[in-house]
């Protein structure tokens, strides 16, 4: 399929990778041998088999029984993980070109570059990739294949002192899986939430460097497990190709819930946009609403606030009865300025005293301040 014309990618994907898919399924880089003597290729078939029904993607080697003598298990365990990234780069980068939303298919999407392959690598005694062959492949979509062998070709594997080459099988698979939250209440209303904030982003984008009229902007976004876009594209052919290019920075910021057994999550996100001659400005279908959610929550915020601050009051209150009978011992010292720094400038000496008596300071809101420790996910095994 060919890419789409009068679209926009937005590549954003080095750290997105590292974070986003390395770890997101249980640990499926593996070798024969590993729990004891070689696996027979029926054994290892099974092995594959089961591996693929229960990830979504993943990389396991398979070592011949001379390989499986010179190089060490772990190393090659450490081989597959590092596959991971580089081939998954090729399904993201295939992917954001060939989906398409479609109603009748149980995930939304057609297009999807998703299958399996294996591939021979024959490694020279230096480490090297001597040369790679494709075995089977279970893609339909056949630019699959060769992307995952560049990556393999790219690999240094270890050296070996028999002066031989050997060769290692390597099995790569990828699916889109199933999208499970797609259909909840919770995720239509971070949808509904998001598109139009990047719509509203997207203002600055189309001031001044588009006529007058309504644009229709449709946004395709590949999420990661933490909700975070690590591709997006834009498909709006009436639109200048720069300002698809800012259009797509700006829906790149969509955030969407957190799916920890996730892979790749495709994001479908569309506005309406009004632009008006001369001075009538920018609209996005639905902003209005947003601004009132958006004021309703800070006024629930406020609401907080204040009744953490009535808490104190009626703190300070107590105190200042407490207080009523004491003697006077005379004037005490002024209260230091808690906001006072090195860098305040000296009091000046000539000003005229202000006569009136200071208000009470209000007392300090426990509540605010503090250190804010961003806790991030836990780090699961490496694996696909």
């Not at 790219?154 to 050997?166: I, L, Y």
Request: charged content about 30%; aromatic content about 4%; proline content about 7%.
């Amino acid at each position: 399929m060919q890419p789409h014309r009068g679209s926009t990618l937005g590549l954003g994907l080095a750290l997105g990778l590292a974070l986003g898919l390395a770890g997101a399924c249980t640990k499926r880089e593996i070798t024969p041998g590993i729990n004891g003597g070689p696996m027979t290729k029926m054994g290892s078939d099974r092995y594959v088999r089961k591996a693929i029904r229960s990830s979504n993607e993943g990389v396991i080697l398979l070592p011949s029984e001379k390989a499986e003598r010179v190089y060490e298990l772990p190393r090659l365990t450490e081989i597959a993980h590092a596959l991971r990234d580089p081939a998954a780069l090729c399904f993201l980068s295939r992917a954001i070109e060939t989906l398409e939303p479609a109603p009748d298919d149980e995930r939304g999407f057609a297009g999807v570059p998703e299958g399996q392959v294996k591939i021979r690598v024959r490694i020279a005694p230096s480490g090297e990739v001597v040369r790679t062959e494709v075995l089977e492949s279970g893609f339909k979509d056949e630019s699959m294949p060769p992307c995952v062998q560049k990556a393999i070709e790219r690999q240094v594997f270890p050296t070996n002192k028999g002066g031989v080459n050997h060769f290692v099988d390597v099995v790569y698979w990828v699916s889109l899986g199933m999208q499970a939250d797609v259909h909840t209440e919770a995720y239509r209303q971070q949808l509904e939430r998001e598109r139009i904030a990047a719509g509203v982003r997207a203002k600055p984008c189309l001031q001044g460097r588009t006529p007058a009229g309504k644009y229709h902007i449709a946004a395709l976004n590949l999420v990661n497990r933490d909700g975070l876009t690590m591709i997006n594209r834009i498909d709006a052919q009436s639109l200048p190709e720069e300002v698809r290019s800012c259009v797509a920075r700006a829906f790149r910021d969509l955030q969407m819930p957190r799916q920890p057994d996730a892979f790749v999550r495709p994001v479908l996100a569309a506005v309406d946009v009004e632009v008006g001659g001369g001075e009538g400005g920018i609209t996005v279908d639905g902003e209005e609403w947003l601004r009132l959610i958006e004021l309703e929550e800070r006024v629930r915020a406020d609401e907080r606030a204040r009744a953490l601050r009535g808490g104190d009051a009626v703190d300070g209150s107590a105190d200042a009865d407490a207080s009523d009978g004491a003697a006077d011992l005379g004037p005490t010292a002024p209260d230091e300025d808690v906001g006072a720094t090195d860098d305040t400038a000296p009091v000046d000496d000539t000003a005229p005293a202000d006569d009136a008596a200071p208000a009470d300071r209000p007392r300090g809101d426990p509540g605010k301040g503090g250190l804010k420790l961003e806790l991030g996910p836990r780090q699961r095994g490496a694996g696909g």
